[in-house]
C-alpha cells in the first residue's frame, strides 16, 4: 500500500498539510483501537524540520475527534546522500548534540565542518574549545541521532588542528589518541574506538565508588549517573564489522533501565542475566525503545544480594506452591527446589491446589541437582485438596496430603481422579468418605487458615471439637502472622497478638494429641520482590484486596525461627525443625512415573515388523541388497527390537494401512521419516537412504554419493544401462539417529497427519485395537501466554495510575507468564496403557478445562511428562490428505503416481509460466496460491528471493519457514549478503549434525550441538571452541546461536512431497484443484464478491491489504481465497451462481469452464441448512418458491438470500393449485 500522506489526511481528517510535506508517501498505518492512536510510516523526499513535525502532530492529533495520539515514522529517500540538508532543516531538534555555550556549533568561528554522506569530521582550532566538545559527548549524540532518526550509519569525529599542524598529523595523532572515533551500529552508540568513552585506554570494568541512585531515579540529561541492580535480559544486535550492540536489561526490583553498550565479541561474555552490576553512564532518550536508556561508561560486578539459610539445623517446607497452582502460584518449580537445596534444606513438600502436575518436573530438578552434589534433596509429593462432606457444593476447607510411598501416591492419583473426574465444583473436591478409602499411605496435614481446625479455631470451638477435628489428621500445620493479617483486616482477628494467640493453641493442641506442629510458609513465590508478580496476578482477577501485602515467600530458617520466637526458643525450634524433619522422616524416596517403557503388548509385533520390513526392502531393492541397504535396516532393527519399540512400528503400520484401505493417504510428521524400516513398512512415504536409482525390473541400483544432489527427485532422468528400462529414483538422505538418537534408545514419536474427514475413524480404530478403557486424550496444560501477561501488567499499572517503562512491563510479564490457566487437550494426541497396567500408575485423570459435559478424558500430567513411558499417538487432522483424496476422487488419478521430478510443476515454485498468466495480473512472481505450505506471502517472498529449481531445495525452504530464528535475521540475511547460498544456510535441524559429522566432528557431540541449537538453547563456549576446531565458519556458528526451534528434514520431505502433488493438479487440472480447494479450505467464503468477476475480486484484496493488520480476522482468512479466485479469473475459468438443482452442499462442481458455487458459500446458509437442501430436492422437482421453503424448512435470513443471489428463474413465488387438473 502506498498512499500520499496529503490524500490520506484529507480524507480521514480533512486538514491542509504545509508545503514541507509535498511528495510524501505513506507506506504503512498501523491503528491501536485500544490506545486511540495511529502510527503512519512516510517516506518523505526532503528533511522535514522538527517545528514542522511537530506542528503537524498537535494539528492532526487536535482535529480527530477519536485520536488521542498520533506517531509519524519518517524515513527519508536518499537519506544517506542528504547529511548536511538534514542538518540544516533539523537544527532546531539538535539543540541537544550541537548547541554549545548558548551557540549553534555549525557557526562557531573556531569549528570547521567537514561534511560528506557517510562522516562529519568537526574541525578545531582551540585546544579548550575542542576539549568542551570532547566533554559534552557531540560526537556519540550525534551519531545516535542520525542512527535513530533516519536509519543512517555516519561516523562521527572531534579532530584538534593546531596552528601548523597538517593533515596528516592531525590524522596520526588522533589514531594515537582513539578519541571519540563513532561509527554507529544497528543500535545506540557511544564514543570511542571499541565503542565506550574509552579516552586514553580507560578499562571498561574497573570500581565505582559514586553511591547509586535507584533505578526508578534516573532522569533523562543525567551526563553521569550511577546505578545498581541485576541483569535479568541481555540482547544482542551484531554489526557487519562483528561488533555487538548489547541491551542489558537491569532491575532493583522496583523499576527497569536498560544499558545500552558497544563491545567487542570478546567481551560479550563478561556480563551475565543473573550478575549484580553497578553501572556508571549518562541518561539518554532512546526513540527506537521510546524510553530513557544508560549508555555505559563503565561497570563494576557487585556480590549477588541475596537470603542465606546460616543455621546449623535446617528446616523442611511442608507447604509450597509452584505456578501450576492456578492463577496463584509464582514460584517456578525448578528455582524452589533449586533454592531449598542451595540452602542445605534435606527436602521439601510440593503442595499444588488441587493438582499436582508440578511432580514430574519437580523430580527432574531434584535429580539433577542429586546428581551434581553430595547434599542430596528429597522431594515430598503432596497436594492442597478440598475436603468436602457429601454434598460438593458446600463450602470445602483446605487440607494437605503427602503420599509416604508409592501406595500413598497411587491412592493420591486415584483421589486427584475423583476430584477432577466426579467432584469437580469450581474447585476439584474430595470426598470425606473417599479419603478415608484411600488413606493408606498419605499423611494428612491441617493447611492454612482455610484448613478445617483453624475455621473451628475463629468460631470459638471448644477443646472437645477441636480435639475431634484434630484427631483426624497426621500432623498439625501454623504459619506465619502475616500470611494470616487479612482476617485483621476483615475483622475477624482482633490483632497480630490474637493470631499468635492461635498459633498457641494449636502447638498445645498438638503437644496434648502428641501429633507434630510443623510451622510452614504457604509458599506462592521464591523471593520476598515476586510478591509484585502475584498482586499482579490477583489484580488482574479482580481481587478487592490484590494491592494488600501478603509475604507468602520462602523463608530461611533464621527467618522462621524469628517469627515464631514468641513461643519461646525450643518450642520455635520444634516446630520449625524438629517436627517437619519428623513428618519428613516418615516419607520414603518416591518417583511420581515409573521407569521403563510400557507399551501395549502384542506378542507377534517384533516377528511381524522384522517381516515386513525384509519383505518390502527385498521387493524394491532384489533378493540381493546393496550393502548400503542392508547394513541401514539391520542397524534400525536392532535398535527397535532390543527397546520394545516394535510395537510403536506395528501400531502406526496398522493405522495407516487401515486409512490408506479406506482411501486415505497419510502423511508423516516429525522425524518418523528419518527411519528407513518406517519406509518399508509402509508408515511413511519418505525414504532416508542417500539419492539413488533403482531398476523396477532387474534391481539394478546406483547410490550418489558425492553430495552432488540433495535428494533422489533432483536426479537426471536415466534408463537401466542392463535391460534399458526407466530407472526410478528416490532418497532424501536423512540420518536414523535424529529420530532414535546414536544409541537407539530414545523413544520414538510416531506423528501422523490423517485426513481431518478420517481422523475421528483412525481415533475409533485405537480403541479398537487396544480397548477404550486403556485410550486416554493426552493432556495439555494451559498457562499465561505473553500477550496475557502484558495485558495484566497493563491493568495492574492502570489499576495504580502510573505510567511503567516499557522495560519494566517485561520484567513484570516475564514474571507472571507460564502460570496455570486451565487445561485442555492434544488435538490429536492419545495415550495408550497396556493391559496388564492402570493408568493410574503412571498419572490422575481429568476432564479437559474441567468441563465434565465434554465427555473426554484426559491424562493429568501434561503428555510430555509421560511419553517415555507410555505409548503417545499423534494422530491429527489435516487438511492435505483430505484434499489428495478430493482430488483423487475428481481427476481418477492417483497421487502416488505423481513424478516428484516433474519439471512443469517445479517452475511453479519460481514463476507463473505453467500457469499462463502474467505475475502482474495475479499480483505474484511465483505461481504458489492455495499449494500448502508454500502459499503464504512470507513463504512466497521466500520463493522470490530463491527461486528454487529442485526438490530439495524446496525442502530447504520448508525447513526455513517453519523454524524459528532461522530465516528471518539469519539465513535471508546470509543470503543476500551473499556469505552463503541456500544450499549452505542451515534450514533443518539435520543439517547441523551432517554437516559437523562432514567436518570430522565427533558424531556424539555433533548431535549434541543439534539437539541444542533446534531447542533454541544455544551454544556455549566449550561447543563453540569445537566447531571452530572443526574450521566451521563464524556466520554458520553465529546462525545456530540465533535459532529457537528447528523442523527436522524428514518432515519438511513430508510437507513438500504433499505440496508438490496438489501443485501438479494445479497445473494439469486446474479446475479440479480450485474446486478441491474451495471446498475443503475455504471456510470463508464472499459469493457476492467472487461472482462479481475479476476486477471486484481484485478491488477487495486491495481493500484488506489496505487495512494491514488491523483487518478482521475473517476478511484476513479470505484474503487467500480471494487470491485463488483471482487466479483462477485470469486462467480464463469463471464461477457460476448456486444453483438449486446442481449445487452441492459444500463441493464446488466442476461444469464447462468454471465451477457452481455451493450452498454453505452463501451468508447465513448454515451446514444443516446447505445439507436440508440436497436432500429435499431427492423428492423431485419444485413447484414454488413457497414449496422449496416448506421442503427445506429454511429460515427467512437465509431464503433472503437465495432471493438475492436469484436462485429461483422461472419459479412462482406461490404454489397455484388447479381445480381442474
Known amino acids: 500500500m502506498t498512499l500520499h500522506f496529503q490524500a490520506f489526511i484529507n480524507d480521514k481528517i480533512d486538514v491542509q498539510l504545509t508545503k514541507e510535506w509535498d511528495g510524501t508517501l505513506i507506506e504503512k498505518v498501523e491503528v491501536f483501537k485500544a490506545k486511540r492512536s495511529w502510527k503512519l510510516y512516510l517516506l518523505v523526499p526532503q528533511?522535514?524540520?522538527?517545528?514542522?513535525?511537530?506542528?503537524?502532530?498537535?494539528?492532526?492529533?487536535?482535529?480527530?475527534?477519536?485520536?488521542?495520539?498520533?506517531?509519524?515514522?519518517?524515513?527519508?529517500?536518499?537519506?544517506?546522500?542528504?547529511?548536511?540538508?538534514?542538518?540544516?532543516?533539523?537544527?532546531?531538534?539538535?539543540?541537544?548534540?550541537?548547541?554549545?555555550?548558548g551557540k549553534f556549533m555549525l557557526e562557531l568561528p573556531l569549528v570547521r565542518w567537514k561534511i560528506d554522506n557517510t562522516r562529519i569530521d568537526i574541525i578545531c582550532s582551540d585546544e579548550a574549545l575542542y576539549n568542551e566538545i570532547i566533554a559534552s559527548e557531540t560526537c556519540p549524540r550525534l551519531a545516535d541521532w542520525f542512527w535513530q532518526e533516519y536509519s543512517i550509519q555516519i561516523l562521527v569525529r572531534v579532530l584538534y588542528q593546531g596552528k601548523g599542524q597538517s593533515k596528516h598529523e592531525m590524522e596520526n595523532w588522533l589514531t594515537n589518541r582513539q578519541l571519540d572515533v563513532i561509527e554507529p551500529g544497528k543500535d545506540l552508540v557511544l564514543s570511542g574506538?571499541?565503542?565506550?568513552?574509552?579516552?586514553?585506554?580507560?578499562?571498561?570494568?574497573?570500581?565505582?565508588?559514586?553511591?547509586?541512585?535507584?533505578?526508578?531515579?534516573?532522569?533523562?540529561?543525567?551526563?553521569?549517573?550511577?546505578t545498581e541492580g541485576e541483569i535479568w535480559h541481555k540482547e544482542i544486535n551484531v554489526l557487519k564489522d562483528g561488533r555487538l550492540v548489547v541491551s542489558y536489561y537491569l532491575t532493583d526490583f522496583n523499576d527497569t533501565i536498560v544499558i545500552k553498550a558497544f563491545l567487542d565479541k570478546s567481551e560479550n561474555d563478561r556480563i551475565k542475566v543473573g550478575d549484580r552490576i553497578r553501572v556508571k553512564g549518562s541518561i539518554r532518550f532512546d526513540s527506537r525503545m521510546k524510553e530513557i536508556a544508560l549508555f555505559m561508561d563503565q561497570y563494576k560486578q557487585q556480590e549477588i544480594v541475596c537470603r542465606n539459610d546460616d543455621n546449623e539445623d535446617k528446616r523442611i517446607e511442608l507447604h509450597a506452591h509452584t505456578k501450576m497452582s492456578a492463577m496463584d502460584g509464582l514460584a517456578e518449580v525448578k528455582d524452589l527446589i533449586h533454592k531449598a537445596a542451595l540452602w542445605g534444606h534435606p527436602a521439601i513438600a510440593i503442595t499444588d491446589h488441587g493438582c499436582i502436575q508440578s511432580f514430574p518436573v519437580a523430580y527432574a530438578a531434584a535429580e539433577e541437582h542429586n546428581k551434581k552434589s553430595e547434599n542430596r534433596i528429597k522431594i515430598i509429593y503432596g497436594v492442597e485438596g478440598y475436603l468436602v462432606e457429601e454434598d460438593k457444593k458446600e463450602r470445602p476447607y483446605h487440607i494437605i496430603l503427602l503420599a509416604r510411598n508409592l501406595v500413598g501416591l497411587k491412592n493420591l492419583y486415584k483421589l486427584i481422579s475423583i476430584s477432577y473426574l466426579d467432584q469437580f465444583y469450581r474447585q476439584p473436591r474430595m470426598p470425606r468418605q473417599e479419603l478415608l478409602k484411600y488413606r493408606e499411605g498419605l499423611l494428612l496435614g491441617t493447611a492454612c487458615e482455610a484448613g478445617e481446625l483453624f475455621h473451628a479455631l475463629l468460631r470459638g470451638a471448644g477443646d472437645d471439637e477441636l480435639t475431634s477435628i484434630a484427631s483426624f489428621y497426621d500432623y498439625l500445620e501454623i504459619q506465619p502472622r502475616a500470611n494470616n493479617a487479612f482476617l485483621i483486616r476483615k475483622g475477624l482477628v482482633e490483632s497480630?497478638?490474637?493470631?499468635?494467640?492461635?498459633?498457641?493453641?494449636?502447638?498445645?493442641?498438638?503437644?496434648?494429641?502428641?501429633?507434630p506442629v510443623v510451622a510452614t510458609g504457604d509458599v506462592h513465590f521464591v523471593e520476598p520482590h515476586h510478591e509484585k508478580f502475584r498482586t499482579i496476578i490477583k489484580a488482574g482477577q479482580d481481587y478487592e484486596d490484590a494491592g494488600e501485602k501478603l509475604p507468602l515467600y520462602f523463608r530461611t530458617t533464621g527467618e522462621m525461627l524469628e517469627e515464631f520466637s514468641y513461643l519461646g526458643e525450643a518450642e520455635a525450634r520444634r516446630v520449625v525443625i524438629a517436627d517437619p524433619a519428623i513428618v519428613s522422616s516418615l516419607i520414603e524416596p518416591i518417583k511420581p512415573v515409573p521407569d521403563g517403557f510400557y507399551p501395549p503388548q502384542i506378542e507377534t509385533a517384533e516377528q511381524e515388523i522384522n517381516e515386513l520390513t525384509w519383505e518390502k526392502a527385498h521387493s524394491i531393492y532384489g533378493r540381493q541388497l546393496p550393502e548400503i541397504v542392508e547394513e541401514r535396516v539391520k542397524r534400525e532393527l536392532a535398535s527397535i527390537n532390543k527397546y520394545g519399540f516394535s510395537v510403536l512400528y506395528l501400531i502406526a503400520h496398522k493405522l495407516v494401512r487401515k486409512s490408506n484401505e479406506d482411501g486415505y493417504l497419510v502423511g508423516s510428521r516429525g522425524s518418523v521419516g528419518s527411519s528407513l524400516v518406517a519406509f518399508f513398512t509402509g508408515i511413511t512415504e519418505v525414504n532416508a537412504l542417500p539419492p539413488h536409482y533403482i531398476c523396477p525390473n532387474c534391481f539394478y541400483c546406483e547410490f550418489i554419493m558425492d553430495n552432488s544432489v540433495?535428494?533422489?527427485?533432483?536426479?537426471?532422468?536415466?534408463?537401466?544401462?542392463?535391460?534399458?528400462?526407466?530407472?526410478?529414483?528416490?532418497?532424501?538422505?536423512?540420518?536414523?539417529?535424529?529420530?532414535?538418537?546414536?544409541?537407539?534408545?530414545?523413544?520414538?514419536?510416531i506423528d501422523l497427519n490423517f485426513s481431518g474427514d478420517y481422523q475421528s475413524r483412525a481415533h475409533q480404530y485405537v480403541e479398537?485395537?487396544?480397548?477404550?478403557?486403556?485410550?486416554?486424550?493426552?493432556?495439555?496444560?494451559?498457562?499465561?501466554?505473553?500477550?496475557?501477561?502484558?495485558?495484566?501488567?497493563?491493568?495492574?499499572?492502570?489499576?495504580?495510575?502510573?505510567?511503567?517503562k516499557a522495560s519494566e512491563m517485561a520484567r513484570l510479564s516475564q514474571g507472571i507468564t507460564g502460570v496455570r490457566r486451565t487445561t485442555g487437550q492434544h488435538p490429536g494426541g492419545l495415550i495408550v496403557v497396556p493391559k496388564d497396567k492402570d493408568i493410574l500408575d503412571f498419572t490422575p485423570l481429568q476432564h479437559p478445562a474441567d468441563n465434565k459435559g465434554s465427555g473426554v478424558i484426559t491424562t493429568h500430567f501434561e503428555y510430555h511428562a509421560i511419553g517415555d513411558q507410555l505409548v503417545k499417538l499423534d494422530i491429527l487432522g489435516h487438511d492435505d490428505p483430505t484434499v489428495i483424496k478430493e482430488l483423487e476422487d475428481l481427476t481418477g488419478i492417483k497421487a502416488s503416481s505423481i513424478s516428484l521430478s516433474e519439471k512443469e510443476t517445479m517452475r511453479l515454485f519460481s514463476g507463473v509460466e505453467p500457469l499462463g498468466v502474467k505475475a502482474e495480473d495475479i499480483d505474484s512472481s511465483v505461481g504458489t496460491y492455495g499449494i500448502p505450505e508454500f502459499g503464504t506471502r512470507f513463504v512466497r517472498q521466500m520463493l522470490e528471493v530463491t527461486r528454487p529449481t529442485t526438490f530439495s531445495e524446496l525442502v530447504r525452504i520448508s525447513g526455513l519457514s517453519h523454524g524459528t530464528d532461522v530465516w528471518l535475521n539469519n539465513a535471508q540475511s546470509l543470503i543476500s549478503d551473499k556469505l552463503a547460498t541456500l544450499n549452505e544456510v542451515i534450514c533443518t535441524r539435520d543439517d547441523i549434525m551432517t554437516y559437523l559429522i562432514y567436518k570430522d566432528m565427533d558424531k556424539n557431540k555433533a548431535f549434541e550441538i543439534m539437539e541444542k541449537v533446534r531447542k533454541g538453547k544455544g551454544l556455549k563456549l566449550p561447543e563453540v571452541a569445537e566447531m571452530e576446531?572443526?574450521?566451521?565458519?563464524?556466520?554458520?556458528?553465529?546462525?545456530?546461536?540465533?535459532?529457537?526451534?528447528?523442523?527436522?528434514?524428514?518432515?519438511?520431505?513430508?510437507?513438500?512431497?504433499?505440496?508438490?502433488?496438489?501443485?501438479?493438479?494445479?497445473?494439469?487440472?486446474?479446475?479440479?484443484?480450485?474446486?478441491?480447494?474451495?471446498?475443503?479450505?475455504a471456510e470463508d467464503f464472499e459469493a457476492e464478491t467472487v461472482?462479481?468477476?475479476?476486477?471486484?475480486?481484485?478491488?477487495?484484496?486491495?481493500?484488506?491489504?489496505?487495512?494491514?493488520?488491523?483487518?478482521?480476522?475473517?476478511?484476513?482468512?479470505?484474503?487467500?481465497?480471494?487470491?485463488?479466485?483471482?487466479?483462477?479469473?485470469?486462467?480464463?475459468?469463471?464461477?457460476?451462481?448456486?444453483?438449486?438443482y446442481k449445487s452441492y452442499a459444500h463441493k464446488f462442481v466442476v461444469a464447462g469452464k468454471g465451477l457452481i458455487l455451493p450452498f454453505a458459500s452463501l451468508p447465513n446458509v448454515g451446514a444443516a441448512a446447505a445439507q436440508g437442501i440436497m436432500d429435499s430436492r431427492d423428492n423431485g422437482e419444485y413447484i414454488s418458491i413457497e414449496e422449496f421453503q416448506g421442503r427445506t424448512r429454511l429460515n427467512k435470513s437465509a431464503m433472503d438470500i437465495l432471493r438475492k443471489e436469484n436462485c429461483f428463474p422461472g419459479l412462482p413465488e406461490k404454489t397455484q393449485i388447479s381445480l381442474f387438473a
Not at 197 to 226: D, F, W, Y
Not at 715 to 741: A, M, Q, R
Open 47 to 101: 528533511p522535514i524540520p522538527g517545528l514542522v513535525i511537530r506542528n503537524t502532530i498537535q494539528q492532526l492529533s487536535i482535529c480527530h475527534d477519536y485520536l488521542d495520539h498520533i506517531e509519524l515514522n519518517i524515513v527519508l529517500k536518499d537519506a544517506s546522500g542528504s547529511v548536511r540538508r538534514i542538518l540544516d532543516a533539523r537544527r532546531d531538534d539538535l539543540s541537544s548534540c550541537l548547541f554549545l555555550a
Open 193 to 226: 574506538k571499541r565503542g565506550f568513552n574509552s579516552r586514553e585506554g580507560k578499562k571498561l570494568e574497573q570500581a565505582i565508588h559514586t553511591k547509586p541512585l535507584p533505578v526508578a531515579e534516573l532522569e533523562e540529561g543525567m551526563k553521569t549517573a550511577v
Open 496 to 515: 497480630e497478638a490474637a493470631l499468635a494467640d492461635i498459633n498457641r493453641r494449636i502447638v498445645e493442641l498438638g503437644r496434648k494429641m502428641n501429633k
Open 710 to 749: 540433495g535428494c533422489g527427485a533432483d536426479l537426471d532422468d536415466k534408463v537401466c544401462p542392463s535391460c534399458s528400462e526407466e530407472l526410478h529414483k528416490n532418497g532424501f538422505d536423512i540420518p536414523f539417529e535424529t529420530f532414535l538418537g546414536f544409541e537407539g534408545d530414545k523413544v520414538p514419536d
Open 768 to 804: 479398537e485395537l487396544f480397548g477404550s478403557h486403556n485410550v486416554f486424550r493426552a493432556g495439555t496444560i494451559s498457562t499465561i501466554a505473553d500477550k496475557t501477561a502484558f495485558g495484566f501488567v497493563k491493568k495492574y499499572a492502570e489499576g495504580l495510575g502510573v505510567d511503567l
Open 1029 to 1081: 576446531k572443526c574450521h566451521i565458519p563464524p556466520w554458520y556458528i553465529n546462525s545456530c546461536q540465533k535459532i529457537k526451534y528447528m523442523f527436522p528434514k524428514a518432515h519438511a520431505v513430508a510437507y513438500v512431497t504433499m505440496a508438490f502433488r496438489i501443485a501438479w493438479f494445479k497445473v494439469y487440472y486446474p479446475l479440479e484443484f480450485y474446486a478441491s480447494f474451495f471446498g475443503i479450505r
Open 1091 to 1140: 461472482l462479481g468477476g475479476y476486477d471486484l475480486v481484485r478491488e477487495r484484496i486491495k481493500e484488506i491489504e489496505g487495512m494491514g493488520q488491523n483487518a478482521p480476522q475473517k476478511d484476513k482468512k479470505l484474503l487467500t481465497i480471494l487470491e485463488l479466485a483471482m487466479e483462477m479469473y485470469v486462467r480464463g475459468f469463471h464461477f457460476y451462481p448456486v444453483d438449486i
